[in-house]
């Protein structure tokens, strides 16, 4: 049994609930997708801080196949810059992207996939905080994040 709720561990979902809100961590780092509020667009990865730039809500796509990711402090949506290509940016945009959510290679996490191709969400540099984040192919386990509900 846990003393306080500092010792709980988050509540991590292989599958996530449509509606509700999560802070998704890069399995490796720890690290989670942080909106800019600067400029409302860049997303980079950056330690916990319980802000809601770093909150993100689960929807099923209104087809009924993938799952849009809206961000809590904006309303944007986490998508893509143009067309769907190797290193484009990881942004926040009006435009609804889907993605498709499979299992990851790490226990209980998933691999964002945009929806009808092989590209992947994942960090431009996995060795430090405060990378960006690009589209890229399924490397090892360089595309997996837990979704923890926040």
């Known amino acids: 049994m846990y003393s306080n709720t500092r010792d709980r561990k988050p ?3 292989a599958t996530p609930e449509s509606g509700h809100t999560y802070k998704m961590s890069h399995a490796r780092t720890r690290t989670v997708l942080d909106l800019s509020m600067k400029d ?5 990865s950056a330690p916990w801080d319980a802000s809601d730039n770093q909150k993100w809500v689960a929807e099923r796509a209104e087809s009924g196949n993938g799952w849009t990711l809206r ?12 067309v769907p290509r ?22 209980s996490s ?7 191709t092989r590209l992947i969400v994942q960090l431009a540099e996995i060795a430090r905080s405060g990378a960006s984040v690009k ?3 399924l ?6 994040w837990r979704l923890e509900k926040g």
């Open 139 to 144: 490397r090892d386990g360089s595309g997996d």
């Open 86 to 107: 190797p290193n484009a940016p990881v942004i926040a945009t009006r435009q609804e992207t889907t993605w498709d959510l499979q299992p990851g290679r790490e226990p």
């Open 71 to 82: 961000n809590v402090a904006t309303g944007l949506f986490l998508g893509i810059d143009g």
């Open 11 to 13: 509540e991590s979902s």
């Open 135 to 137: 589209l890229g192919e």
């Open 40 to 44: 409302w667009q860049s997303i980079k």
């Open 110 to 116: 998933l691999v964002l996939v945009v929806t009808g």
